[in-house]
């Protein structure tokens, strides 16, 4: 069974920073793509960040110049680096993987950005 963790949410000053990991197991395969979504709350998940097997990456406008993400392929892991944090990016960040038509999720890490 594929299970991702996800580690690293907290709350920090707006204008710092935070990393977020996630490591699969349950799997031996490589997925296809992995990304990062988020759901703040009384809004709708949307993407945040994602990168696919040949490290081509794509990002939410709001977060472009802020967030890079980051793939270990060797380790299914995948991360995602976050600064000069806004009190907007304020969320539940979930981590996503996909294997073909198969697709997963970990199950949320707190972030919030607040004085």
């Known amino acids: 069974q594929v299970q991702l963790v996800e580690s690293g949410g907290g709350l920090v000053q707006p204008g710092g920073s935070l990393r977020l990991s996630c490591a699969a197991s349950g799997t031996s395969f490589r997925f296809n793509g992995m990304a990062w979504y988020r759901q703040a709350p009384g809004k709708q998940r949307e993407l945040v960040a994602g990168?696919?097997?040949?490290?081509?990456?794509n990002y939410a406008d709001s977060v472009k110049g802020r967030f890079t993400i980051f793939r270990d392929n060797a380790k299914n892991t995948v991360a995602l680096q976050m600064n000069s944090l806004k009190p907007e990016d304020t969320a539940v960040y979930y981590c996503?993987?996909?294997?073909?038509?198969?697709?997963?999720w970990g199950q949320g890490t707190q972030v919030t950005v607040s004085s």
């Open positions: 996503n993987a996909r294997f073909g038509v198969h697709e997963y």
């Open positions: 990168i696919i097997s040949g490290q081509s990456t």
